[in-house]
């Protein structure tokens, strides 16, 4: 059974230098790393020692605050660097691979049959538990909680996003695997949300509820998803996984192998020829980067997309949960007159002498300009043009702003993620960083409140 | 090494100095700064606050310029009645053009000037960067107050408008009350001789008056407004389609209806201003103009009635009078000052609307309450926005406890 959704209220940013469909294999990394910012919120205990050796799939670190949450290596090889930062905090394990990839073997597990303890314990001990993330709080799910029900969104709507239809076919083995296993996770159900158009891998899967969304950006975000069909309550758990974590799930039930192999898509309007790569979690940007080439030197390469990745260096590594990598220009060079004249080559919500209304399906090559400067919160009604939640988005921000925990919780902040303000932050006339807003409104509930 | 280089350079030299603010506040008027994105999003709409305010300040272009013009003719036709024959023929001249540069660009100039320096004064002192804010003030501020309004006046009443409307408060963003309201609020309590009246509107008006009563032998220069003529239950001299046009005295750049709401279009087709608070100001303004027929029409109120003249004024004409149009235009849609939320905007800008009116009608000390209005909802809009977002938490509520029975 599938029921519609339609959102009305968004933003399309068409950019140049989406990703061919064709697939190639993206030459093995040398080295690999784990950013433990990636996960918000976890502070890591080091299992293994500079210098230990690792198969894919043995744990690296664990959770200080949940001891059983395990994050695992990609790959198997040697850990030669625990890069640390201020007050000791660890900012990036290395690991050197080995040139073949050895497995630790946590055995299969027919999850039809399994019962939840054991796929639970499963999921934690071979690093497949980070891949849950949970709201309220966006952070890694809580492994005591059951959650109410479980989101997963296969229609990617971000600019330059790897399209699921793409990068998951053939994997529906592993994805019915790995939903059938979630299903004996929650007593609610698992909402999946695919394109309007386009066939998804995912649509023919067993015991999920299926939702065709169509409409602008952020229609592919789970957040307006979870929105749409059940808003998360005082008290409520939900669980999110993207796809590509699904099929890394649903693999290690069926083989014993923690597989960190993901396509990923190589985008933007920098990259001389964007397509997609197969790689694994945590390798070197690089080793994909410079097969395509880049068209001009002084670039950003972001793990993930415009809206909410990772800036990272060219020489950086691709980001624990991340299905694409931008590469677009810098925009550290001043533009006379910038902000009277006409503008034609820019994306705007509004029509105040910029006229991207004019073309909509025009794409563009927008760079990392900020377009103005940060100022206060003074323009109204823009935000809700592309903010299809049914919350208040400025007075949320708001709230954050001032730390107003009664009001935050009110508003709906249980509801939301950085992400959800990720268009508005785009538009916002006054530079705000939203996302940040949100992030750290969400950490201190968690720290006062969760 | 160019314009941009040098300019560069400088604003490395200045970082973190005192004076940084003000230069930074010039550079960036010539360029676009070179500011890339840090975490959040990477990529940014092109729109900023300049531009923002730019738009405002392009909508009233037109209005500010038809405004030079009626200065110079409302001054002519005052001398010589016939002028007002044919309006048209004799309002785009030199001589009206002129005489409207000497008088209405001093004003503008000390808007800006005046403001502008208490805007970097202050943000030299708090170190933070000057906000665009007052680009649309500034230019909103000439357009409200009478032609020969007395430039020190005006220079006083803009710094007590910029100081305590809105940086006291923490500037741009922060205020309660529109700062170019609070400004003619200003004006018109601490010098009201000079902001009503019949003296006021027409340039030399009150020298005029003075001479006669110094035993001069002219003909006296009278520029009654219409709410004026109307409130003393006078005959209106001007015909509608002198009062739509805008060959009416009134303040510098609210007389012309036509330009208003060409002004509204360019907003609203932008997106910079709110077409809810404009619509729902028009309509709280006609509904309260049929109100006060319905009255007249019931025969509750005699001819003899002080307030007879305005309220048997036809519904509709109450949005050609006055600065009504403008105050809904360019003066509610303040997103600062007004409700932040969408259905607060409809309530907002009805109740201007309707208290507009109701002053109009009945206040017989000044006969146009739109300024008033528009600052008593300034007041009441956080009111307004808390009550709309008390309805979505309370549907949140709702929702919770549905489930939890």
Redesign the interface.
């Known amino acids: 059974m599938s029921k519609d959704i339609k959102i009305k209220k968004g933003l399309d940013i068409r950019l140049k230098g989406v990703a061919e469909k064709t697939l190639s294999n993206a030459p093995r990394s040398r080295t690999f790393a784990i950013r433990p910012s990636d996960f918000h919120l976890v502070k890591p205990k080091m299992v293994v020692k500079e210098g230990g050796k690792l198969k894919a799939g043995d744990t690296v670190f664990y959770s200080k605050e949940h001891e059983a949450i395990k994050f695992v290596s990609p790959v198997s090889g040697t850990l030669t660097k625990i890069e640390r930062g201020a007050k000791r905090v660890i900012l990036r394990i290395v690991i050197e691979a080995d040139t073949q990839d050895e497995y630790a073997d946590f055995g299969t597990l027919d999850a039809g049959t399994a019962d939840a303890e054991a796929i639970k314990n499963r999921l934690l001990e071979a690093g497949c538990w980070p891949f849950i993330q949970q709201r309220p709080y966006a952070v890694i799910a809580d492994p005591e909680t059951a959650p109410r029900d479980i989101f997963i969104s296969a229609h990617a709507t971000a600019p330059l996003a790897a399209d699921y239809d793409f990068t998951l076919q053939g994997k529906e083995k592993e994805l019915q695997a790995a939903v059938t296993a979630l299903s004996k996770l929650t007593e609610g159900k698992i909402h999946v949300g695919v394109g309007k158009n386009g066939k998804s891998p995912l649509e023919g899967l067993n015991g999920v509820e299926l939702h065709k969304v169509s409409g602008p950006h952020p229609s592919g975000n789970v957040g307006t998803l979870i929105g749409k069909i059940a808003p998360v309550n005082r008290g409520e758990t939900v669980w999110t996984i993207t796809p590509q974590d699904l099929v890394i799930m649903g693999e290690l039930f069926l083989t014993g192998k923690f597989n960190a192999e993901r396509i990923i898509a190589l985008a933007g309007s920098s990259v001389k020829a964007p397509k997609y790569y197969k790689t694994k979690i945590g390798s070197e940007v690089s080793t994909f980067i410079y097969d395509s080439g880049l068209n001009e030197e002084n670039v950003r390469v972001i793990s993930g997309n415009v809206l909410s990745g990772t800036e990272i260096s060219p020489k950086g590594y691709l980001g624990y949960y991340d299905d694409v990598v931008t590469v677009i220009p810098e925009g550290d060079d001043y533009e006379f007159f910038g902000w009277n004249k006409p503008i034609f080559n820019k994306v705007s919500a509004s029509r105040a002498l910029t006229f991207s209304w004019m073309q909509p399906n025009k794409k563009y090559e927008l760079d990392t300009n900020t377009n103005g400067e940060h100022r206060a919160f003074v323009v109204t009604g823009n935000y809700e043009e592309v903010f299809p939640l049914d919350i208040y988005p400025l007075q949320t921000l708001k709230a954050c702003m001032v730390q107003d925990l009664d009001q935050m919780e009110a508003l709906g902040m249980y509801e939301v993620a950085p992400e959800d303000f990720a268009l508005t932050e785009f538009i916002c006339v006054s530079k705000q960083p939203h996302q940040q807003i949100i992030r750290n409104g969400l950490d201190i509930m968690y720290k006062e409140i969760g | 090494m160019g314009l941009?280089q040098k300019?560069?350079t400088l604003k490395e030299k200045y970082k973190g100095k005192k004076m940084a603010p003000a230069f930074n506040a010039l550079h960036?008027?010539?360029?676009?700064?070179?500011?890339?994105?840090?975490?959040?999003?990477?990529?940014?709409?092109?729109?900023?606050?300049?531009?923002?305010m730019?738009?405002v300040i392009l909508a009233l272009v037109p209005c500010l310029i038809f405004g030079i013009f009626n200065a110079g003719y409302q001054h002519y036709a005052a001398l010589d009645n016939t002028l007002r024959a044919a309006p048209l023929a004799n309002f785009f001249t030199w001589d009206n053009f002129w005489l409207g540069c000497m008088t209405v660009l001093p004003l503008v100039i000390v808007s800006y000037v005046v403001g502008l320096a208490v805007e970097f004064l202050f943000a030299v002192i708090k170190g933070h960067?000057v906000?665009?804010?007052y680009l649309v003030t500034g230019m909103l501020v000439p357009l409200i107050v009478p032609v020969d309004i007395p430039l020190w006046m005006l220079a006083v009443a803009v710094i007590f408008g910029v100081v305590i409307g809105k940086e006291v408060f923490?500037?741009?963003?922060?205020n309660i009350l529109n700062p170019a309201l609070t400004i003619r609020a200003f004006l018109f309590f601490a010098y009201p001789t000079w902001m009503s009246g019949d003296k006021v509107w027409v340039h030399g008006a009150a020298e005029r008056a003075q001479e006669i009563a110094n035993g001069a032998n002219v003909d006296a220069i009278s520029g009654e407004t219409i709410l004026g003529s109307y409130a003393q239950n006078q005959e209106v001299v001007y015909s509608l389609s002198d009062m739509f046009w805008g060959f009416i005295p009134g303040s510098v750049g609210e007389t012309s209806k036509i330009l208003i709401i060409l002004g509204a279009a360019i907003l609203i087709?932008?997106?910079?201003g709110?077409w809810?608070i404009i619509f729902s100001t028009l309509i709280g303004a006609l509904t309260m103009g049929l109100i006060f027929n319905g009255v007249v029409n019931m025969g509750w109120i005699g001819e003899s009635s002080n307030f007879y003249g305005l309220m048997s004024v036809p519904f509709w004409q109450h949005l050609i009078i006055g600065s009504i149009l403008f105050g809904a235009v360019y003066m509610a849609t303040d997103?600062?000052t007004?409700s932040?939320?969408?259905k607060g905007?409809w309530i907002y800008g009805f109740l201007i609307g309707l208290i507009s009116i109701l002053i109009r009608v009945f206040n017989p000390a000044y006969p146009e309450g739109v300024f008033l209005a528009i600052l008593l909802m300034n007041v009441f809009a956080p009111t307004i926005?808390h009550y709309v977002?008390q309805g979505?938490?309370k549907?949140?509520?709702k929702?919770?406890k549905v489930?939890t029975a």
Request: hydrophobic share 25%.
């Open positions: 941009k300019l560069h960036t008027f010539l360029y676009l700064p070179n500011e890339t994105t840090h975490g959040g999003t990477h990529i940014k709409a092109a729109d900023d606050l300049k531009r923002t730019n738009t960067e906000e665009e804010g923490g500037g741009t963003g922060m087709f932008t997106k910079i709110s809810r997103p600062v007004a932040q939320t969408n905007k926005d977002l979505n938490i549907k949140r509520m929702r919770l489930k």
